[in-house]
């Protein structure tokens, strides 16, 4: 099993950032991709950024020009820089795990962490 743990999230004042981080542990061979998402109150949850372990990055709409995804394959942790945030950012974000290979006979398999809560408001 893995285990994704996420910290960094809070209040912020618009126009502020924060940085998400989330660590995954476990009998971790590899991870083909992480991503984070977002939940706001009676919406969906939707993609906020993901990246594979070469570092190919993909992000959703225009957030590109204020969130930043980064990862250390490494060390299985990836991270979100969030800048400029805005009320609508509002939201609780979650770290997923795409494609977990384990050094066990375990079957690869796709994992998500909690959630952070992040606030964005004055």
């Known amino acids: 099993q893995v285990q994704l743990v996420e910290s960094g999230g809070g209040l912020v004042q618009p126009g502020g950032s924060l940085r998400l981080s989330c660590a995954a542990s476990?009998?971790?061979?590899?991870?083909?991709?992480m991503a984070w998402y977002r939940q706001a109150p009676g919406k969906q949850r939707e993609l906020v950024a993901g990246?594979?372990?070469?570092?190919?990055?993909n992000y959703a709409g225009s957030l590109k020009d204020r969130f930043t995804i980064s990862r250390d394959p490494a060390k299985n942790t990836v991270s979100l820089q969030m800048n400029s945030l805005k009320p609508e950012d509002t939201a609780v974000y979650y770290c997923?795990?795409?494609?977990?290979?384990?050094?066990?006979?375990?079957?690869?398999?796709?994992?998500w962490g909690q959630g952070t809560q992040v606030t964005v408001s004055s």
């Open positions: 990246i594979t372990s070469a570092g190919s990055t």
């Open positions: 997923n795990a795409h494609g977990v290979v384990f050094t066990t006979t375990a079957p690869p398999g796709d994992y």
């Open positions: 476990g009998s971790i061979f590899s991870i083909y991709a």
